[in-house]
């Protein structure tokens, strides 16, 4: 089975200038989620997709940043302006269907590695 | 919301030497994770115990649900070790929902 997957793992960019990570999410997990750390500091929530359905976007710096989750398979985040305290790792995670204790392991994928120049 | 705190900090060891990490959450939990960002950036799953103990090969992981705290144990350190360790949790009664990481802890393996 495979696991979740990001692409790209690196992407250099110019301040002002726009970057889509994307995410899949191991097959049939209903939830994705997105992470990041910046900074060297703590690893910190974004969002968490159900489906194509966003849950909770509580974690979400700004409005120079949009997550989409077309079809609720693989997700994007796009990033517009890109700015210099966007720098980190940012990383996605899946879980399946939730309601029973032996599923709410998430399951991270190795991260897109973001700097911005 | 739920409080992971981690110690220590910051861990220097000389290959071979064995090293205990602490994790305690302030709140009853039903999603504990450890995980290892290694120097590429990475983020490695390692354990996920709510509960109990586990072992893969050299690491080996308890979690003391009751008295809010988890241990993660590295025997026979190696330098591939080295990076830094986290521990996320996920109160109860939040299932599918986000994990709360905590600060990590750098460890260092000298050869």
């Known amino acids: 089975e495979a696991g979740v997957t990001q692409f790209p793992s690196h992407s250099v960019i110019e301040k002002g200038q726009t970057v889509t990570l994307r995410c899949d999410p191991i097959?049939?997990?209903?939830?994705l989620y997105w992470y990041r750390r910046v900074m060297g500091k703590e690893i910190k929530f974004l969002l968490h997709f159900v489906k194509e359905s966003k849950q909770d976007e509580s974690g979400m710096p700004n409005n120079r940043f949009l997550a989409e989750r077309t079809g609720g398979t693989y997700s994007t985040l796009k990033v517009q302006p890109a700015e210099l305290e966007d720098s980190g790792v940012y990383f996605c995670?899946?879980?399946?269907?939730?309601?029973?204790?032996?599923?709410?392991?998430?399951?991270f994928g190795p991260g897109t590695r973001l700097t911005v120049l | 919301g739920i409080q992971v705190e981690q110690s220590p900090p910051d861990l220097i060891l000389q290959e071979g030497a064995n090293s205990t990490l602490r994790c305690n959450f302030s709140d009853s939990v039903n999603n504990l994770q450890w995980f290892h960002q290694n120097p590429w950036g990475q983020l490695i799953n390692l354990f996920y115990?709510?509960?109990g103990t586990k072992q893969n090969g050299r690491l080996s992981a308890t979690t003391v649900a009751t008295e809010r705290y988890s241990l993660l144990y590295i025997s026979s350190s190696q330098t591939t070790d080295s990076g830094v360790y986290f521990c996320?949790?996920?109160?109860?009664?939040?299932?599918?929902?986000?994990?709360?990481f905590g600060s990590g802890t750098r460890l260092s393996i000298r050869p």
């Open positions: 995670a899946s879980s399946p269907v939730g309601g029973m204790s032996s599923y709410n392991e998430q399951f």
């Open positions: 115990i709510p509960s």
């Open positions: 996320a949790a996920q109160r109860t009664y939040s299932s599918a929902s986000k994990i709360i």
């Open positions: 097959s049939g997990h209903d939830n």
